[in-house]
């Protein structure tokens, strides 16, 4: 039986170098945030708003997400020998994918109203979803004017107006299929090839997010996420706790996690082992990984029992 078209495309087939070595052997979007996949909590955001044929995108250590679509029911696009980047890849799935679609980031952690976002698409144009992280905003500018209509893309283009300060690009945005046919073949960017066409046009709008909005890019930020869900600080489409159990010092203990050691503010995997001379406090342990005897702090324990230290600040 042939698949509906899709409405909402994530996208995980980026090579995850900055998290290295986590994403040596497995693909960035499935390394686990206080014990939910990021695909799971992407596709979860995707369901929420309606989305029920989804298509999901995968290159680096691609079987694994390929087991995890055909568990999830999801559609998959493998992107092979090269990546295609977030142009070519919506490029190559445009006969699979709905009159209108909504694009996800596999490793962002969001709470954004997705219906809002579709709503705001122009005919024959895109919608991007703004944020309002200063920090970002300074380092990557892109401005609306009252009514949503992009007016600067960072330095990509000839800005068409002055706009309101203080917002990025988050990642997420939603097209007409038809502005793909502004995307050439192969690798391409979508905003480096189709957005910068649309500016001029002023057939690129936005909506403003200040909800939820993490960008998991590095090891210090990944261990910063999961911390922040174990205090509470945000609240994903998936409650973590639905998946896990609260253990000593306010930790996060995984189904069949097991601990004879001392934890402080730790997330600890299913099925993962703390063994008695192990002391850790504001760690990270993946599912079914045994942690070496030692005292750790601020560090991810992942394949094997490896232990990546981490400058909280870095």
């Known amino acids: 039986m042939a698949e509906d078209p899709a409405t909402a495309f994530i996208l995980a087939a980026g090579l995850g170098s900055r998290l290295r070595p986590l994403t040596l052997h497995r693909p960035k979007p499935l390394l686990p945030?206080?014990?939910v996949p990021m695909l799971d909590q992407a596709l979860a955001l995707c369901r929420q708003h309606g989305h029920t044929s989804v298509l999901v995108n995968a290159h680096h250590r691609w079987e694994q997400v390929a087991?995890?679509?055909e568990a999830q029911g999801v559609g998959l696009q493998v992107e092979l020998p090269e990546i295609l980047g977030t142009g070519g890849g919506l490029k190559a799935a445009r006969d699979r994918l709905a009159e209108r679609v909504v694009v996800v980031n596999a490793d962002i952690l969001c709470d954004l109203d997705l219906g809002a976002l579709v709503a705001a698409v122009p005919p024959g144009g895109a919608a991007l979803a703004l944020g309002t992280d200063p920090t970002v905003a300074a380092e990557a500018p892109v401005r609306a004017e009252a009514d949503g209509t992009v007016v600067r893309l960072r330095e990509l283009c000839p800005p068409i107006g002055e706009g309101l300060p203080g917002t990025h690009f988050t990642g997420l945005h939603a097209l007409d299929r038809a502005v793909l046919d502004r995307v050439p073949e192969g690798f391409g960017c979508i905003v480096r090839t189709a957005y910068i066409a649309l500016l001029p046009e002023r057939r690129l709008s936005s909506i403003r997010h200040a909800g939820l909005w993490v960008?998991?890019?590095?090891?210090?930020?990944?261990?910063r996420a999961n911390l922040d869900l174990l205090d509470g600080r945000m609240a994903p489409p998936i409650d973590p706790w639905s998946r896990g159990s609260r253990g000593p010092g306010g930790s996060f203990l995984g189904a069949g996690a097991r601990v004879a050691g001392s934890i402080d503010r730790c997330v600890i995997g299913a099925g993962a082992m703390v063994p008695a001379g192990s002391r850790l406090r504001r760690c990270v342990v993946w599912d079914g990984v045994v942690v070496p005897p030692g005292d750790w702090t601020d560090a991810i324990v992942y394949d094997g029992g490896q232990v990546l230290?981490?400058?909280p600040e870095g």
Request: negative net charge.
């Open 67 to 69: 087991a995890w679509a």
């Open 33 to 35: 945030v206080c014990g």
């Open 215 to 223: 960008d998991i890019g590095t090891p210090a930020e990944y261990l």
């Open 309 to 311: 230290q981490v400058d």
